[in-house]
């Protein structure tokens, strides 16, 4: 397995503003993801994040509003853009190691907009 | 398009007793299946996977889980439940999707309260 930390684990923000999402992971890896959880809802994907080569995002999602960044096979950020209060979920990076579908989670971050 | 169900939103089981938790998948070949666990205000701890071989799959903390091709079900069980197995559970099912990209995808979850 990996030791997966997010920074921040929470925040409230104000509407309009935009929030960067830290993932830091314990060891090199390939394949980095973020995924979004709803208020009582499951875990919807965002994005793949391979390091190497631009993010890919799954249908409903855009780079303008969710840019994400890989600068090495150990780091990935998440920025939420110009959110609303429809954008406070708990977001998610997860790691495969084994394969893309054996994944590990970080512990996530719970982001409130006013 | 790959897809999982979890019928039971809420479960509510005494402590000591059995548990099972339902999931059924929707795919054409034959999927990898996987359950999570999320405590409160936690991430998503992998509690065990299928991937091929022997259908009944031993994962952490003293679950398994069976994987039934004819009823396309992964269900989640466990002989005696403790106060610490409150949590939410969710099954997911890694598969390839209309876009060709490898992805997990996530059941709805199940709440499981334990009661003394």
């Known amino acids: 397995s990996a030791v997966i930390s997010q920074k921040p684990s929470r925040d409230i923000c104000q509407r309009g503003t935009s929030l960067t999402i830290q993932c830091q992971v314990d060891?090199?890896?390939?394949?980095m993801f973020w995924y979004r959880q709803q208020p009582g809802q499951s875990l919807t994907l965002i994005a793949t994040?391979?390091?190497?080569?631009?993010?890919?995002?799954e249908s409903g999602f855009v780079i303008d509003k969710f840019p994400i960044s890989r600068p090495n096979l150990t780091f990935s950020t998440l920025t939420v853009s110009n959110m609303s209060p429809e954008d406070s979920s708990i977001y998610l990076c997860?790691?495969?190691?084994?394969?893309?579908?054996?994944?590990?989670f970080g512990p996530g971050t719970r982001l409130t907009v006013t | 398009a790959q897809s999982v169900t979890q019928p039971d939103i809420h479960i509510t089981v005494s402590e000591g007793a059995s548990l099972e938790l339902r999931c059924n998948y929707s795919?054409?070949?034959?999927?990898?299946l996987f359950w999570y666990v999320q405590s409160p205000g936690q991430g998503l701890q992998l509690l065990l996977k299928?991937?091929?071989?022997?259908?009944l799959v031993q994962g952490i903390k003293g679950f398994e889980a069976e994987f039934k091709r004819s009823q396309s079900s992964f269900n989640l069980r466990k002989p005696s439940v403790h106060w610490s197995d409150a949590a939410e559970y969710f099954c997911a099912v890694g598969a390839v999707s209309n876009f060709g990209n490898e992805k997990l995808t996530f059941g709805t979850g199940t709440r499981l309260t334990i009661i003394p």
């Open positions: 994040a391979n390091q190497g080569s631009e993010a890919t995002y």
């Open positions: 060891s090199q890896v390939t394949m």
């Open positions: 997860s790691v495969g190691l084994a394969s893309t579908y054996e994944q590990y």
């Open positions: 299928y991937f091929s071989g022997d259908t």
């Open positions: 795919y054409g070949a034959t999927p990898y």
